[in-house]
């Protein structure tokens, strides 16, 4: 069975700074931690067409100019790569490709052209290759290999079309989260929203959301699509009908008590902190208060003490520390509270396991812990979505690891390679856990309770270790510590095992902090994942999906 797929529009309207590409970034990782591929069309950032075109005036010639579509592309091909590096960043898969690479053919003027052609076998290929393909929008190659402009609304336009052609669903995004009876920035009472709206209503109603290009393209071809803002899961369908008007539900901000502020959980303030519109950090239980003033941390944030984060009365408490305890106690108490719980600590998940699932399904909260393995690869989410259909997984569960081995094959020594793992922050200053296995192994459980409703204890996982490793010889492949976990007729098992794996492996290309991960069905389907498994903005955006899925709960 193919792997579903969204195409996405990045409108100017929310590419108007360069940390809106973040947003756009989680915006789409969101999307694919679902289950799907994802397209994702941009247009340029804020006036930089503008700009663009204001330059081609002063130095190009008069009336027509044939090259002016070369220099105009330029802002939506730099939108496209700054976004592609904002994915790299959080570790979701990303490829950049331009209108050629995609044989997007377009007839018409240099500055006014309509979409013809796509090749659509090369993008299927890309998305099956890379899941996440992301390409300018507003240009199309036009007559003797030219490329062209598609006027007002070309990027709309771009995803439309790319969306009609391989039978996808389309959103449009952009700086509201639906279709209102009026402009919801203006002064007064929130005005009323529509959930569906058809075609000639959206041009009578709110026009200037899409052109009329992009609109008459989605009403000829009976195309329904979306409309939305970024981090909001509120739509308008623009289709053939029109529904009653209703008040759109309110955005509830939700409070957090963060316990730990090292590497990921200060990642996670600087998120949360630009996102005050859905989230407020309430207090911080650190070791140490002093360490974080000096760094700039508000002193009414921080504490040393657990009943202080009670006290705060959090919505929500996001564990971002290590080891068992205090950890698992903590975030007992917080789910008795009716408090949900985000985690990214693998060890205190694990060690509570199926009891601390029931415990928070009792109580109606949310038990969120997607960073607790595969980083930014969403190895759990996926567990979750086919727990049943799961006979065989074989991962990569540990970045700093597969980094690390990385660097011994190129015949770096053990203690060089786990040195640089530490300077990039993959690796803790006591590594143990990561290269003894039990990182992985403590992983291996969470795959194993969510994908196969199988709980285990660390003592039943055979584990290699990788301390002190040397490769005995060139290796034949790429050496790889995978974890595998099946079932068969003879029931559950795991293991976590080095290997020398052909090139041609899907696991062994994952190259550095990068996670693989291959996926089984009982009907014979097998579905490929990937991201960085280690790292701290990987890390961090795992924790701020789960924290947007909670708030998704509270519209």
Wanted: proline share 5%; charged share 25%; net charge negative.
């Amino acid at each position: 069975m193919p792997v579903p797929v969204i195409v996405l529009n990045f409108g100017h309207s929310v590419l108007r700074s360069l940390d809106d590409y973040t947003n756009a970034a989680s915006e789409i990782y969101r999307h694919y931690r679902q289950g799907q591929n994802v397209v994702a069309v941009t247009s340029a950032q804020g006036d930089q067409s503008d700009i663009l075109m204001a330059e081609a005036r002063r130095v190009g010639p008069e009336g027509r100019a044939k090259n002016l579509p070369e220099l105009i592309q330029l802002g939506e091909r730099r939108s496209a790569a700054l976004l592609a590096l904002a994915l790299e960043r959080i570790g979701a898969p990303a490829f950049v490709r331009q209108a050629r690479d995609l044989g997007l053919k377009a007839k018409g003027t240099y500055t006014d052209a309509e979409l013809v052609g796509l090749d659509t076998d090369q993008l299927l290929q890309d998305l099956k290759d890379h899941d996440i393909v992301v390409m300018p929008g507003y240009v199309g190659i036009g007559e003797k290999d030219r490329p062209v402009l598609l006027g007002q609304g070309g990027a709309d336009l771009t995803a439309l079309f790319v969306a009609q052609q391989i039978n996808a669903p389309a959103l449009l995004l952009k700086d509201v989260d639906g279709v209102y009876a009026r402009d919801p920035k203006q002064a007064g009472d929130s005005p009323e929203r529509y959930t569906q709206i058809s075609w000639d209503d959206m041009a009578k109603t709110a026009g200037p959301l899409i052109e009329p290009k992009a609109l008459g393209f989605a009403k000829k071809h009976e195309q329904s699509f979306r409309l939305g803002k970024p981090g909001i899961p509120l739509y308008t369908e623009i289709g053939p009908k029109t529904a009653n008007l209703s008040l759109p539900p309110k955005v509830k901000k939700l409070r957090i008590a963060m316990m730990g502020c090292g590497v990921v959980g200060g990642g996670i303030f600087r998120r949360v902190e630009a996102h005050k519109d859905r989230f407020e950090i309430a207090k911080i239980m650190v070791r140490n208060v002093e360490k974080y003033i000096d760094q700039g941390y508000s002193p009414d944030l921080l504490t040393t003490e657990f009943a202080d984060l009670e006290a705060s009365k959090p919505d929500i408490f996001v564990d971002v520390s290590g080891g068992i305890e205090p950890a698992l106690s903590h975030s007992k108490a917080m789910i008795a509270n009716g408090v949900h719980v985000v985690s990214a600590n693998k060890q205190a998940i694990a060690a509570g396991g199926r009891s601390l699932v029931n415990s928070a399904a009792a109580k109606g909260v949310q038990l969120l812990f997607s960073a607790s393995a595969g980083g930014g690869m969403p190895v759990l989410e996926m567990c979750k979505r086919e727990l049943g259909r799961i006979t065989r997984v074989q991962a990569l569960l540990n970045g700093t690891t597969n980094f690390m081995l990385g660097e011994i094959s190129k015949g770096r020594s053990y203690e060089d390679a786990l040195a640089e793992a530490q300077e990039k922050g993959f690796a803790e200053a006591d590594p143990s856990g990561d290269v003894n296995g039990a990182d992985a192994a403590a992983k291996i459980r969470l795959v194993a309770l969510l994908g196969f409703d199988e709980e285990i204890s660390l003592e039943s996982i055979p584990c290699d270790t990788i301390e002190n490793f040397a490769p005995s010889g060139p290796p034949k492949g790429a050496i790889k510590r995978i974890a595998t976990l099946w079932k068969d007729s003879n029931g559950f098992s795991s293991r976590l095992e080095l290997k020398d794996l052909s090139l041609n492996n899907f696991i062994a290309q994952a190259d550095g902090e990068e996670a693989h991960a291959i996926f089984d069905f009982d009907d014979g389907d097998q579905y490929r994942i990937r991201g960085k498994g280690a790292g701290r903005w990987p890390t961090t955006e795992s924790v701020m999906a789960d924290l947007y899925d909670i708030s998704a709960l509270n519209l």
